[in-house]
């Protein structure tokens, strides 16, 4: 179990609901997760009323999930 500041579920919320938008490429071998395609991030971000600093925190999250993801591949 982990906590979560009030302050930040904006940004955890947002995070949850795009996880399915973290692209992959396929290369031999398996996957490549290369991040989020930022235009469809933005329009979610607008479209659910998230304020702008959720964006930065967004890319934070997906840098650490990118690098946890391909570390499988290792």
Do not use: C
């Amino acid at each position: 179990m982990f906590g979560v500041w009030p302050d930040n579920w904006p940004s955890v919320t947002a995070f949850l609901e795009l996880g399915t938008q973290i692209k992959p490429i396929v290369v031999s071998g398996g996957l490549i997760w290369t991040g989020y395609h930022y235009a469809d991030v933005d329009v979610h971000l607008r479209r659910k009323g998230y304020p702008d600093a959720v964006y930065d925190d967004l890319r934070v999250m997906e840098a650490a999930a990118i690098a946890a993801l391909n570390e499988r591949r290792n």
